[in-house]
């Protein structure tokens, strides 16, 4: 999603993320890979940065993000506290992460990407993949990239 917001900007996503004081580190694979399913938590500051860089309303960004209003103990929780981000493995998060058909994706954002998907809701339209489409597309190492 930032990095969705940050090219609406003509900015790469590095630009934004001092936006948030990060809490801790992104997640990787052994390897030292980017994990695909790491999901970011934001503090109510951090909830509203984002959506005033979207555009959006607060609400309509909970709907649209499973994670959204989820908090974690390494974030402050006073609304008048600085924007805060931490990372955490979207499995851990929201439950199991699956991933949305790149048709379904190219069909509703014009952009032929991997995004992460809501398993719990409905079948995909094309019908090549179960889940609902629910998340900004963004790279395919990371929906927060």
Known sequence: MIGRVAASYGL?????????????QQPRHESGAPRADAEVLLNAGGRQLLAQLCGVDEHVLARALPSWELEDARLPAEQDEAPAAVWRIGGAVAGPVAYGCRLCTARRTGADVRVGTCPSGPGCASGTAGGSWTRTPTSPTSIWT
Request: glycine share 8%.
């Open 12 to 24: 790469e996503t590095s630009s934004l993320r001092p936006g948030w004081k990060w809490r801790s």
